[in-house]
């Protein structure tokens, strides 16, 4: 997982994850990762926080649209 505040990466954490878990769980995971740490990384007062979060995955981008989709 990458943060990057505008061309300069902030944040670059790994998360080892057990066996069984499949790729789109590791995806989502990264995704909240990220988005808990959003708030703490030093950013000038007069930048905004805009987010993009940048995916292939069906599965992932359907999960965030419709938070109460589990499947």
């Known amino acids: 997982m990458a943060i990057f505040v505008g061309k300069e990466l902030k944040v670059q954490l790994k998360f080892l994850l057990e066996n069984r878990c499949s790729s789109n769980q590791a995806e989502q995971l990264a995704i ?6 959003i708030d703490a990384i030093d950013i000038a ?5 805009t987010i993009g979060i940048y995916t292939d995955s069906r599965i992932t981008i359907d999960s965030l649209k419709n938070v109460n989709n589990h499947s």
């Open 32 to 37: 909240a990762k990220a988005l808990e740490i």
């Open 45 to 49: 007062e007069n930048r905004p926080r």
